[in-house]
């Protein structure tokens, strides 16, 4: 006899507030009419959708669907460089379609919106993160994807997530001294790990400084077999409880991979549509994000990458509107340091 699937279980850590950010609503009717739109006009425009794992679950199916890819920040844009479609379409923020575009000025890049930002891009505006370099032009600039294109022209390394330690560690070993933006967590986190003199620049991301660590450590007493999954934007009080910090890929690995039952997880709540589709049968818990009797801010959803849907994603398909364009002198400069990003350990 066969045993039933054991249902997935999502458990928001709070109530949502009232100007939290929900899930787009199709009606069945208009689902199908989109799904069926967009699959002819990747096939019409030559293009192929790439899209982050906290971007709408109706847009991660398609892309998978129509041999497109949903991945993390470092997979995406290796992807869009190797994939033979001349148009990218990418559903996700600003600086990943920009990314898209600098590794590929030959291919149009195309998104969703253009309107989808980042707060850790908007937290390193390039004129006074260049002021910040050339104070000190002894160190090494290392900076997130989650960057402007002129903020990668100035830098000499690109990272994500995905390859953050592995990279700073490289670059400890041969005694460079690093200048780091704009995540401050993310640094402090990679600067304990590898031991690197880093100077960090003061910017954070929105949903993951929410995170709250006395009501994490209040939820792992209630569950005391869950596995605590963090992403590494999380403050630092939140990383220390953390059984797993890594980028979503590594999480989503994580819930795939370990034996534990529960696991509470500390990034941005869209990635449960990955982490149900790996994991049947396991409980996956929201971590919190407000004190008792609080409201939330972002409710561990990111708003910009909330700005995409299936609408927008046929519309710009459609109209070619929402092109990403990179002043090709930028372009070329920010290629230098993005490109040893995607040629590290590749
Ligand atoms: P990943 O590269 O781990 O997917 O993270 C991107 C991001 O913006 C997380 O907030
Ligand atoms: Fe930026 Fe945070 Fe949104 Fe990621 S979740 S895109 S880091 S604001």
New binding site residues.
Partial sequence: MSTPAKQVIVEPAALLAPGSIAAPEYSAGELEALRASIKQLLIEKDAVLVAHY?TDAEIQKLAEETGGKVSDSLEMARFGNTHPASTLIVAG?KFMGETAKILNPEKRVLMPTLKAE????ISAPSEAFNQFCDLHPDRTVVVYA?TSAAVKARADWVVTSGNAIDIVKHLHEKNEKILWAPDKYLGQYIKRETGADMLLWNGT????EAFKSDALTNLKKRHPGAAILVHP?SPDEIIQQADVVGSTTALINAVQNMDNETFIVAT?NGIFHKMKQVAAGKRLIEAPIVGEGATCVSCAH?P??AMNDLRNLKKALETECNEVHVDPVIGRQALISTQRMVDFNA
Avoid: Q
Wanted: with cysteine; proline share 0%; net charge negative.
């Fill in positions: 906290y923020v980042c707060s850790l891009d989650n991301c929105v949903v993951h934007e941005d990111c910009w990458m």
